[in-house]
């Protein structure tokens, strides 16, 4: 079970890290900066494309080493683990990516934001209201720990969702 939750956790975390990395190397050299939008619909698409190893790790495992059995409970925790190790490199990888290439990332994310909410008509309460929150957030996200933390809260969850389908559709309790 190690050596499956290893083989598919790594391979996942390579493939989750290496298209965010790509991604933000190439949404941030764009004319105009980041397209916000366009890199978190290519993040959560690129979580997905990454934790379909974790259906194909609890299938591989169940079949190849378990005799084609296997319990939710089996298959929900081999999907968590690997689900944690990929999560983890894609982790490693934005701290680096950010602390080292772009540490004005969050200065530039709140002021797209600010001028999103300014776009909307929103009342200048509400404007400072939300830039005084965004520059406390700013002020913690350059923490190591927080930042990691708040990463973890990014991809953990769509790994989390994708082990409980995962492990609901391929659960058996005999062989066929």
């Known amino acids: 079970m190690k050596k499956t939750i290893i083989i598919y956790g790594v391979i996942a975390g390579i493939i989750v890290s290496v298209l965010m990395l790509f991604s933000m190397h190439n949404l941030s050299h764009c004319e105009g900066g980041i397209d916000y939008n366009s890199s978190m619909l290519i993040g959560y698409a690129s979580m997905l494309i ?32 690997i689900a944690l190790i990929a999560s983890t490199f894609y982790v490693v990888a934005w701290l680096i990516y950010y602390f080292f290439f772009i540490p004005d990332f ?30 406390e957030f700013a002020k913690m996200y350059k923490n190591p720990f927080f930042n990691a933390m708040m990463t973890y809260m990014e991809i953990l969850p769509v790994g989390l969702i994708v082990t409980l389908i995962s492990s609901l559709i391929l659960k058996r309790k005999t062989a066929i």
Do not use: C, P
Not at 60 to 79: E, H, T
């Open 106 to 135: 969050m200065e530039k994310y709140s002021a797209h934001a600010l001028e999103e909410l300014r776009a909307s008509g929103a009342s200048k309460l509400k404007i400072k209201q939300e830039t005084q929150e965004m520059a």
């Open 50 to 81: 990454a934790f379909s190893l974790v259906f194909v790790g609890i299938r591989n495992y169940r079949d190849k080493y378990n005799a084609g059995i296997i319990s939710f409970g089996k298959a929900f925790k081999l999907g968590v683990m």
